[in-house]
């Protein structure tokens, strides 16, 4: 899965961007850990995380495996 390809998946962040703002909250969150998976590299998702952090009433709980 992307979330284990780690600063190699750089070129995947804008289009993880986009999903931030998936109807499905499981979309997001995946998208999300997979932007933090990719570390600095997808720094320009912040903002957008940040609004999905904002906007998204169980951001903050775990994804279920």
Same mark, same amino acid.
């Given at each position: 899965?992307?979330? !284990? *390809?780690?600063?190699?998946?750089?070129?995947?962040?804008?289009? =993880? %961007?986009?999903?931030?703002?998936?109807?499905?909250? !499981?979309? !997001?969150?995946?998208?999300?850990?997979?932007?933090?998976? *990719?570390?600095?590299?997808?720094?320009?998702?912040?903002p957008?995380?940040?609004?999905?952090?904002? %906007? %998204?009433?169980?951001?903050?709980?775990? =994804?279920?495996?």
């Amino acid at each position: 899965p992307l979330p !284990r *390809i780690g600063p190699g998946a750089a070129p995947a962040a804008p289009a =993880l %961007t986009a999903l931030l703002e998936d109807a499905d909250p !499981r979309v !997001r969150k995946s998208a999300a850990r997979a932007l933090g998976q *990719i570390g600095p590299a997808a720094a320009d998702a912040v903002p957008s995380l940040m609004r999905a952090l904002e %906007t %998204t009433p169980a951001a903050s709980e775990p =994804l279920e495996e």
